[in-house]
């Protein structure tokens, strides 16, 4: 849309358009592109501006003291303003404001926000200042209003020549698509369709959407296993890591490393002898290279595929983008790898072609559709990893678009989607794969499924093994919430809506009249039990909620309450009350249960009729009908008969949503192990940097039921005593006295920070005292312009990352996600700040159902755990074997406890002194020689 338009920002008070004031407009006229026109106004609010918004936008209660008042400005906004089109970057805000003074109120609204939605499916944030770096506009001065606002107007113009530049086709789609629906940006795509000349040949869309996806993959042969295996040579693997090996010839400055060199060794036995083995490597052995060398040789010299599966991503795309790339040029044999991923990361064609057909019922829906269609039109893989979704909205509608819950009849779709299809691609290429790379989750989930995502293997690599038994947990966890149930049901609709209208409709265009009147009859008993439910799902709710409110719970006020469902808690009336509102809804899910396994087997025997989405109606019916036998199953469970292996819990929010929601998981996942790995795979190498605690196995072999499995320690190649210097203040306070802890944590970050010039990572085991902290240093730190990065600000993890280290002088606090993982080699990262030793939360249900299976939960669960946790952490100070730096643990516990000595004794071998915290300063400067 061109022509005259008008850009607006505000800057308020706080977020609430009732009762907070404006403190700012800034304003733009734009004409064709072009800022023709500006209007800036400080505005005085009546009151002092809050010390946040100050922090946010510069803006001090100085500076609107004496200016003039909204009601003085108003005339003038609304003269400029006059009745043309308005802009904003999420203008909804800022109409709301200003709605308050009549303005705005007829004008057209366009939101910046909702266009890059759209427009911009790959942005890796939908904030202003992301999306300005992202189309290349200089934003100097974020946060003030004037500058806010000549950027989302240039930001306008390039998503207007985005849209400018789609095909015809699917500008037109996205026209026809939004009718009706209200959407904010439909007119900006209707005026980007009126101005391109309609293609010659303008014959419908094709909307199976073959056209959409990548072609099919070269028809390329299964791997079939060698019926007699042979054995690999250990020492010709050895030679092509050793000094002079192949891998010496193509990575420069190769190292030879000793722990690598045994490692690798001890894999190719396993894999010649069968049998499992762990092996903790330290940081620094190239444990993957020891793996993948061996797994390599071993699944092309049989034909046989290897599994390998990781916890997290990041290591994924290391094997995948830096170590196979290596291996494919050192070794001089032809091997393919793959990865796989679950499949709910992979697009459903044949989905995303039935809600082409149907039309979008929502705005959401329609955003989220036009923004895949946009994608596709950049990326044809139909991977969930090369889109960015926001927010519940769009990831729930991903979610119903993409193959997971799909009962893939992948042949059949061969035929219908020419091959076209992601996840069949995906498929078809791990089948002819000699490593298939894997997450733990897509492994584990698969291994508990009927419907298989993973072709045969019997060899399988367990990378950073230490969170084996956390995914094993998730992997066969249940979670369910009201809304999730109330939104499965509503999917199911009527006679005229959802998945029901659909049957119905397609029945109707094609079968036999008696036939549909069959269908007509279970669709009916199945709206009428839906209908019939709503009320007992909110009374169910109500009743686990009543069963949590009870007064003798701990932290009833806290934000997120989880409240283990104990034998006490089973014998309280509440809990009686919960099984009765149950009693009645069972009732309601049995008849529904039935009526949809009636209504699939009825669609099933169909075939022969030829209804049109015939396969995806039948796919849909039957995972709905799968729902909900499970969901009947679980909440049965849950509240009548527990499983005594499980472990259930009731989570309440108390933030504006007051969601509740149920949780099982298994208490012992050593029978799950047993079961899929350890009695299933031939040969299983399960490795990380960190599984001893107290020096041995004995713990991680007893929590994942492998007392039979074999182990190696092969240590680490750096040389802690020489480059790290563990500094223990002897004075800071015990953390349970909570203020002078608190205050003492902070100097010491600050004064690290100062004489170090930024430079420290500092983990902490609590978002509330990370975020107390940040508030309190980061005024202090700024005056040395030290800036600190924290996630409080809601920043993801990756974004704090790439700010710490882009950043001169900067310090990075983060929780949880930040004891593993991060990977800082060099300058960039000196110091360490281990703030509390790593407990784990006492009342974590799962935590404390598995210490109650312990006589001594404290010494044989609490502190092994905690011991893992602790060593991960140390290690993301030294990454290369030059790094050199301090650790430091503000944590008294280490010293004064017994068990303090188990955590120092399981670190590597480094310089230790104790001291005063006054004294941590100038120790990191002399072991730093800093001057
Ligand atoms: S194979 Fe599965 S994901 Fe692919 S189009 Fe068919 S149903 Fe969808």
Not at 491 to 509: C, P, Q, T
Request: hydrophobic share 40%.
């Amino acid at each position: 849309m061109r022509g005259e338009l008008i850009a607006i920002d505000l800057e308020t008070t706080g977020l609430d358009s009732a009762n907070d004031r404006i403190i700012e407009i800034g304003a733009v006229r734009m004409q064709d592109g072009k800022i023709i026109d500006e209007f800036e106004q400080l505005i005085d609010p009546g009151f002092p501006v809050p010390p946040a918004v100050t922090h946010i936008t510069g803006i001090t209660t100085d500076q609107v003291a004496g200016q003039p008042s909204i009601e003085q400005v108003l005339p003038a906004l609304k003269k400029f303003v006059g009745d043309a089109p308005v802009i904003g970057h999420s203008i909804n805000f800022d109409a709301a404001f200003l709605a308050r003074y009549n303005v705005l109120t007829a004008n057209m609204l366009i939101d910046t926000y909702d266009l890059a939605a759209v427009l911009l499916p790959r942005a890796p944030r939908y904030n202003l200042n992301s999306l300005t770096a992202e189309v290349g506009i200089d934003l100097e001065h974020a946060h003030r209003a004037l500058d806010d606002i000549r950027a989302t107007a240039l930001l306008y113009w390039k998503l207007w020549e985005r849209a400018l530049g789609l095909p015809y086709a699917t500008l037109q789609e996205i026209v026809n698509a939004a009718q009706g629906l209200g959407w904010q940006a439909e007119p900006v795509f209707r005026a980007a369709l009126e101005e391109k000349p309609i293609p010659q040949d303008n014959s419908p869309v094709d909307l199976s959407g073959k056209d959409l996806f990548g072609p099919p993959p070269k028809d390329e042969k299964p791997l079939r296993p060698n019926d007699d295996l042979d054995s690999l040579d250990t020492e010709s693997v050895i030679g092509l890591i050793d000094e002079n090996g192949a891998l010496s010839q193509v990575i420069p400055g190769y190292d030879k490393r000793p722990q690598q060199i045994t490692m690798a060794r001890a894999v190719t036995e396993t894999f010649n002898q069968g049998g499992h083995i762990m092996i903790e490597a330290g940081t620094g052995t190239g444990k993957s290279i020891a793996y993948l060398v061996p797994a390599i040789l071993w699944a092309t010299a049989n034909n046989q595929r290897v599994v390998i599966s990781t916890n997290t991503i990041n290591l994924q795309e290391q094997l995948i983008n830096k170590d196979l790339p290596v291996l494919h040029q050192a070794l001089d044999i032809p091997f393919k790898a793959t990865v796989l991923k679950g499949r709910s990361n992979y697009l459903c064609p044949r989905r995303l072609a039935a809600i082409r057909r149907r039309r979008p019922t929502s705005i959401d829906e329609l955003r989220t559709l036009a923004k895949i269609l946009v994608w596709l039109l950049e990326s044809p893989t139909g991977d969930r990893g090369e889109i960015s979704l926001r927010g519940p909205i769009e990831n729930i509608t991903w979610q119903r678009l993409s193959a997971e819950d799909e009962g893939c009849q992948l042949d059949r779709c061969r035929s219908v989607m020419s091959g076209t299809c992601p996840f069949y691609k995906a498929r078809k290429a791990a089948e002819s794969a000699h490593l298939i790379i894997v997450n733990h989750a897509l492994l584990l989930s698969d291994a508990a499924s009927d419907n298989r995502v993973l072709p045969e293997y019997t060899c399988l690599v367990l990378d950073e093994g230490h969170h084996l038994e956390d995914a094993v947990t998730s992997s066969f966890s249940f979670r369910l919430d009201e809304a999730t149930l109330r939104r499965r049901l509503a999917d199911l609709g009527g006679s005229k809506s959802g998945l029901l209208g659909e049957v119905l409709r397609s029945a109707e265009s094609a079968a036999p009249e008696k036939e549909v009147k069959r269908l007509k009859k279970g669709v009916s008993a199945i709206s009428d039990a839906t209908k019939l439910m709503e009320h007992h799902i909110g009374s169910l709710f109500t009743a686990f909620q009543n069963v949590v409110d009870n007064p003798d719970q701990p932290n009833a006020t806290d934000y997120n309450t989880q409240t283990r469902v104990t034998q006490a808690i089973r014998d309280r009336d509440a809990f009686a009350h919960l099984q009765e509102r149950w009693n009645n809804l069972k009732e309601f899910f049995d008849v529904l249960s039935q009526a949809m396994q009636y209504l699939t087997e009825a669609l099933a025997r169909m075939e022969q009729y030829d209804l049109p989405d015939y396969s995806d109606l039948v796919n849909s019916t039957a995972t709905a009908a799968r729902y909900l036998k499970e969901t009947n199953s679980q909440l049965n469970s849950f509240i009548i008969e527990p499983d005594p292996n499980m472990i259930y819990w009731i989570n309440t929010s108390r933030d504006r949503f007051n969601a509740t929601s149920i949780h099982a998981a298994p208490l012992h996942i050593g029978p799950v192990a047993e079961n899929y790995l350890w009695n299933n795979k031939e040969t299983i190498i399960l490795t990380s940097a960190t599984l001893q605690t107290r020096g041995n196995f004995n713990y991680i072999r007893e929590r994942l039921s492998a007392d039979h499995v074999a182990t190696l320690e092969v240590g680490s190649p750096f040389n802690y005593r020489e480059s790290t210097l563990l500094y223990i203040p002897t004075d800071i306070p015990e953390p349970n006295d909570r203020n002078r802890y608190q205050h003492a944590v902070e100097r010491g970050i600050i004064e690290l920070a100062a004489t170090l010039g930024g430079r420290v990572l500092a983990l902490f085991t609590s978002y509330a005292q990370l975020r107390q902290t940040a508030q309190a240093i980061t005024p202090r730190l700024a005056l040395g312009n030290i800036a600190v990065y924290d996630q409080s600000d809601g920043s993801s993890r990756q974004a704090l990352l790439d700010g710490f280290v882009s950043t001169e002088k900067a310090v990075l606090l983060g929780t949880r996600s930040f004891w593993e993982g991060v990977d800082i080699p060099g300058e960039n990262l000196s110091a360490l700040v281990i703030v509390r030793l790593p407990f784990a939360v006492p009342s974590d249900p799962v935590f404390a159902a598995r210490s109650d299976t312990y006589p001594n939960s404290f010494n044989d669960y609490a502190i092994p755990d905690a011991i893992l946790r602790f060593r991960q952490g140390f290690g993301r100070l030294i990454r290369s074997s030059t790094d050199r730096g301090v650790v430091t643990v503000f944590d008294r516990r280490v010293i004064s406890k017994g068990y303090g000595a188990h955590f120092l004794e399981a670190l590597p071998d480094c310089h230790v002194e104790n001291g005063p915290l006054d004294g941590l300063s100038a120790a990191a400067r002399n072991w730093l020689n800093l001057t």
